[in-house]
């Protein structure tokens, strides 16, 4: 596709002249305004051919039938043990304005989430902040925050009440230095995922275990949160969580409670808004957000085989 060639091409053109902090940058800078621009442009945009006609308009709304839903991650602490539809590549953009935290009086942040399953039952993910912009102790900066690659992988897939399980592992690939959550900034985690649907709601519910490092010191850190999702009128869910994590070099725990509300746009571009409040001293006080997750409507290569589609047909 086009618009996927371009932004690959320039980015493997320039990665040579830059370092490696600035390739980083790059990268995910490109990749957020990819799902910034990419939700705008029409499904039709996606389409093959250029004739203009009948048989084109009902071969495009046999396109667009076919694609599937988006499976967002995003606002909640939470992730669900589902996997995004394999093939397509999914987008979960964000921005997040935070205060009264121990390690930062306010905090402001772009976050930017790529998803890809590669079977029913793996997929490979890479999450970062292009740029955090903070106040900590009368001190103002602009720097990159942390980049995280990691993977998640299916163990039974279940249906309605019988829920899936998941789990999924995290590494934490270059370390911005800006100050962190609640959680902090885990260089390896592990997390156990579950979720299913009960009685008209759905849950997402997940364990945490974790790595902190504040050199030379290393310890484990262990979390759990659960998220109830209802829709409501049409096309919005709201959602409620609660969640807890360890905090072991403050020998203490932080604890929230977040709100959020989702719109579905269309199959793949549902938009999200909510907040958080934090229960403890140790926790952050305040966060609100506001993002959306694209799922792009092309898939990366045929149902027959692994490989990557780039003769413009499925």
Do not use: C
């Amino acid at each position: 596709m086009v618009y996927l060639d371009l932004l690959f091409i320039l980015t493997v053109v320039n990665i040579s002249r830059l370092g490696t902090r600035d390739t980083v940058l790059m990268i995910f800078a490109r990749s957020v305004l990819a799902g910034l621009v990419l939700p705008l442009l029409p499904l039709g945009a996606f389409a093959q051919g250029e004739t203009i006609s009948a048989s084109v308009g009902q071969a495009t709304d046999a396109t667009n039938a076919a694609i599937p839903d988006a499976n967002p991650g995003r606002p909640t602490v939470s992730t669900p043990a589902t996997l995004t539809p394999v093939g397509y590549l999914q987008f979960e953009s964000g921005f997040t304005v935070a205060g009264d935290s121990p390690e930062f009086s306010s905090r402001y942040g772009f976050n930017e989430v790529m998803k890809l399953s590669v079977t029913r039952r793996v997929e490979l993910l890479a999450s970062a902040e292009p740029v955090a912009h903070f106040t900590a102790l009368g001190t103002t900066a602009n720097p990159m925050a942390d980049v995280f690659l990691g993977a998640q992988g299916v163990l039974y897939h279940g249906e309605g009440a019988k829920p899936t399980f998941a789990v999924s592992y995290f590494h934490r690939v270059y370390n911005g230095g800006a100050p962190e959550f609640d959680f902090g900034s885990p260089t390896n985690s592990f997390l156990v995922l579950a979720s299913a649907d009960v009685k008209g709601f759905h849950y997402d519910a997940n364990a945490f275990f974790t790595e902190l490092v504040e050199e030379p010191v290393r310890r484990g850190q262990f979390g759990q949160s659960l998220t109830i999702s209802h829709p409501f009128l049409k096309n919005f869910i709201l959602s409620g969580e609660i969640w807890h994590f360890t905090q072991p070099f403050l020998r203490s725990n932080a604890v929230g409670n977040l709100w959020a509300v989702s719109y579905t746009a269309r199959k793949t571009l549902v938009f999200d808004l909510g907040f958080n409040h934090g229960l403890t001293g140790t926790s952050t006080q305040w966060e609100v957000f506001a993002g959306f997750t694209y799922l792009l409507p092309h898939r990366l290569w045929s149902r027959h085989g692994f490989h990557l589609n780039t003769s413009g047909t499925h």
